[in-house]
């Protein structure tokens, strides 16, 4: 078995990753032992309460979408979106550069959300469903309905129209 010493600190960069894993369906493997607890062949990294994978490398944790996205493609970008929002699938097909806008606009709905339906909201004075959909912090739709499935409808393809391959509907 190949033994990295702590005094042999290298710089994290796509390299270096191969060196230290093999890829395989969104996972990472050691493919050398630092330590007792991390042997050759072992699945990297530890999971922590919102589904994103963490490791440690030389003293630093790293997300594991991230270390994955440097292996595929030689760079960080300052955010990693998870296209189909499940934090835990890695695979590299489901990850992607996004901006902040961009990872905003594939949240998934809020826990708050009373109408059941991304970006409708039930407006108590003129009771009606309101549409409102935001692009580059701004609103960029907005529009009253008394039909719940019409806003909802509504509501998507504005987000396809605007949001494009980052729009998410649940």
């Given at each position: 078995?190949?033994?990295?010493?702590?005094?042999?600190?290298?710089?994290?960069?796509k390299d270096?990753?191969?060196?230290l894993?093999?890829?395989?369906?969104?996972?990472?493997?050691?493919?050398?032992?630092?330590?007792n607890?991390?042997?050759?062949?072992?699945?990297?990294?530890?999971?922590?309460?919102?589904?994103?994978?963490?490791?440690?490398i030389?003293?630093?944790?790293?997300?594991?979408h991230?270390?994955?996205f440097?292996?595929?493609?030689?760079?960080?970008?300052?955010?990693?979106d998870?296209k189909?929002?499940?934090?835990?699938n890695?695979?590299?097909?489901?990850?992607?550069?996004?901006?902040?806008?961009?990872?905003?606009?594939n949240?998934k709905?809020?826990k708050?959300?009373?109408?059941?339906?991304k970006?409708?909201?039930?407006?108590?004075?003129?009771k009606k469903?309101?549409?409102v959909i935001?692009?580059?912090?701004?609103?960029?739709?907005?529009?009253?309905?008394?039909?719940?499935?019409?806003?909802d409808?509504?509501?998507?393809?504005?987000?396809?129209?605007?949001?494009?391959?980052?729009?998410?509907?649940?």
């Amino acid at each position: 078995d190949t033994r990295l010493s702590k005094t042999n600190v290298k710089m994290i960069n796509k390299d270096y990753l191969h060196e230290l894993f093999e890829y395989k369906d969104g996972e990472l493997y050691w493919k050398v032992t630092l330590s007792n607890k991390r042997k050759k062949g072992d699945m990297a990294g530890c999971l922590l309460p919102k589904g994103y994978k963490t490791i440690g490398i030389d003293g630093k944790n790293y997300f594991m979408h991230r270390l994955i996205f440097m292996m595929f493609y030689g760079y960080l970008p300052k955010k990693i979106d998870h296209k189909d929002g499940n934090a835990k699938n890695n695979k590299i097909e489901n990850l992607r550069n996004a901006s902040d806008l961009e990872n905003s606009y594939n949240a998934k709905i809020r826990k708050d959300n009373t109408s059941g339906c991304k970006g409708v909201i039930w407006h108590k004075y003129a009771k009606k469903w309101i549409v409102v959909i935001k692009a580059k912090n701004k609103v960029i739709y907005s529009k009253y309905f008394d039909n719940l499935e019409l806003a909802d409808l509504v509501a998507q393809e504005a987000r396809n129209k605007y949001h494009k391959d980052f729009a998410r509907h649940n």
